[in-house]
């Protein structure tokens, strides 16, 4: 990677991750009151686990919009790929903004369903400009599938 990359490299981290903040804002003051009062499935993890593994999550992203992007937003298949990564990153935010800002799991669980198959659809067309790329993403869609069980499982436990 050039010096010259850095800060290319930096800001899409800081995208990612400014992203997760949005999302955060509707998630924290939700968690004490709303979701404590929930019922939760067996495989809930402890919430102390989510911060890190989002964070990570967003970091890994930002790392594989870069290699994307470091290509040239010249190229048409650059810049498809990095509008469905910015749908996804919306489907991404809107999903805290619905489950925990509006405490509607079933509206989440749409949300979800679409954010899974969008981060498919940004693996797909990443791996095609960047393997790596779409390997940084191989976490996420797991996470947002195991995301996913657990959003179905709030909601038809309530």
């Known amino acids: 990677m050039a010096t010259s990359e850095i800060p290319l490299l930096v800001l899409a981290i800081i995208i990612c991750e400014l992203a997760g903040g949005a999302g955060a804002l509707f998630t924290l003051s939700a968690i004490p ?21 989002w964070t990570t999550l967003y970091f890994l ?11 040239g937003l010249s190229q048409k298949d650059v810049r498809t790929a990095l509008i469905i990564f910015g749908i996804q ?42 393997p790596a790329a779409a390997y940084l993403l191989l976490p996420y869609i797991l996470w947002v599938s195991f995301a996913g069980y657990l959003n179905y499982a709030v909601w038809t436990l309530n």
């Open 61 to 71: 992203m930002g790392i594989a919009a870069f290699l994307v992007w470091r290509k």
């Open 89 to 130: 990153l919306l489907l991404n935010v809107a999903w805290s903004v619905i489950f925990f800002g509006a405490h509607n799991p079933a509206g989440a669980f749409a949300d979800i369903v679409l954010l899974w198959l969008a981060i498919l659809a940004t693996i797909i067309t990443f791996y095609k400009i960047s």
């Open 33 to 53: 009151g709303w979701y404590a009062g929930l019922i939760k499935p067996a495989l809930n993890p402890p919430n102390w686990i989510f911060g890190p593994v």
